[in-house]
Each structure stands twice: as structure tokens, then as C-alpha cells.
């Protein structure tokens, strides 16, 4: 079984839309992320929840808004979007806070391209 | 704030060639210390990580890192690599003030045959 899924795995939307993607684990963890990756493999945290609650928000636009119905499912939801958003998304999970010194472990990406 | 540098942006090796990526990180206090790795169209996949202890740390696939805390880097490698190896290898920090992984830049390794 995959630890940290996401759906969809390819999406590919015209700017203005509004688009979702979903990630779920089911490693038991406490703490899940978003990352982005953009064209140039860069990799940059976006969102952490801890137990429902949000954590961390880097200055990410508020088109970007993260829901958290439960400690195993963080989902992302995009409004507008916008050629920039083009990127790979990644959904990860760690059993605690990262300062712990525990493992983050990512799901499969999620690719999204807007046309 | 913390920042992870990888200076190789893109290696390209032989099979059999020893291998060597550099990571340094700018941060004062406690670090733990991540190397990953993403093959081509994958996701990422953990190669080995630092937290205590031993400098010297073994990961899967024949990889180790060491940490050398004076100069503020963890470098990767490897005896011999592999065609199978071509992928892409993030250095990543976490430190005691951040609940988040900082990721350097990556570098491209290309194994040719």
C-alpha cells in the first residue's frame, strides 16, 4: 500500500480554473506538508499542518488554500489558476514536527499544468 | 534562516566512477541532515538522513554522507555508481526551529554507460 498518496497524478487545466488535489497517508503521522517543485526541480515547502492545524504558511498566494479534515488527509485547493502554478505538488507526511529529527516521507507528485 | 547550497548542478560519470556531492548548509545550532533522491518522473525517495551519532552515515543503494560539522556540509557518495543511478539528489536540512525541510537546489547525476 502507498504511504502518501495524491490524486490526481496529471492535471491538466486552463488558467481561471479552480482545481483540487487530494492527498491522503496512512503512516499514522501527525504532520503533513505541501511542497512545490517547480520547472527548474527547485523544492519549496508550502503549507504544514500538525494535527489539523496549520503550521506553517510560506507566504504562499491565498489563491493556495490547504484543508486538513483530518490528521491523515491534507488537501490543496488552487483558485484562478494561473500559468505560474504550473509545477509539481507534492504532498509528504513525518510522524511529528519536523524539528524532531523525524523522517518526511513524499507521496508520487501531483503535475499540474495550466494552459 | 537556515539555506542548503549544492554547488554540482550537473555531474556526468562513467558506470564505475566513485562519486562525490557536495552539500553545505548555513546554520548555527543543532541540524538534522537529509539526502534524497527522485529518479526520472518519480517521486522522492529518502537515500539517507543524519540526526546524531556516527558521522558517518550509511544509507540504501550503497550511498553515505558524512557530516563534517566544521565546515557546515554533508556530502554525498559513492564507490561506484551505476547507470541506474541517474537521477536527481537533494541535500535537505531541518534544524530545532523549523518544523520543515529546507531542500538545496538538487544536481542532476548522469551515469553513462
Known amino acids: ?11 491538466v487545466t486552463q488558467m481561471g480554473n479552480d482545481k483540487s488535489i487530494k492527498c491522503e497517508q496512512n503512516l499514522g503521522h501527525d504532520t503533513m506538508y505541501w511542497y512545490k517543485q517547480d520547472s527548474k526541480k527547485f523544492l519549496k515547502i508550502m503549507f504544514s499542518y500538525n494535527n489539523k492545524e496549520l503550521i ?12 486538513s479534515p483530518d490528521k ?3 488537501n490543496l485547493h488552487i483558485n484562478s489558476l494561473e500559468l505560474g502554478d504550473s509545477a509539481v505538488y507534492f504532498c509528504a507526511s513525518s510522524q511529528d514536527r ?11 507528485g501531483s503535475w499540474l499544468t495550466v494552459v | 534562516a537556515q539555506s542548503v547550497s549544492q554547488h554540482n548542478h550537473h555531474v556526468i560519470l562513467s558506470e564505475a566512477a566513485s562519486l562525490e556531492l557536495g552539500c553545505n548548509y548555513s546554520y548555527g545550532g543543532t541540524v538534522n541532515l537529509f539526502w534524497y533522491v527522485q529518479y526520472p518522473g518519480q517521486h522522492l525517495q529518502l537515500l539517507l538522513k543524519y540526526f546524531s551519532g556516527d558521522p558517518l552515515v550509511k544509507g540504501i543503494k550503497g550511498f553515505e554522507a558524512e557530516f563534517i560539522k566544521s565546515k557546515f556540509s554533508f556530502n554525498l557518495r559513492k564507490p561506484s555508481v551505476q547507470w541506474s543511478d541517474t537521477a536527481e539528489y537533494f ?10 525541510l529546507t531542500f538545496g537546489t538538487g544536481t542532476r547525476l548522469q551515469v553513462t554507460l
Request: glycine fraction near 6%; hydrophobic fraction near 30%.
Open chain 1, 1 to 11: 500500500d502507498t504511504a502518501v498518496s495524491q490524486t490526481p497524478k496529471y492535471l
Open chain 1, 56 to 67: 506553517i504558511n510560506e507566504t504562499v498566494p491565498n489563491r493556495f488554500s490547504p484543508k
Open chain 2, 91 to 100: 541535500c535537505a536540512v531541518n534544524t530545532g526551529t523549523a518544523s520543515k
Open chain 1, 72 to 74: 491523515a488527509h491534507l
Open chain 1, 98 to 108: 519536523a524539528f524532531s529529527g523525524n523522517t518526511i516521507y513524499f507521496g508520487e
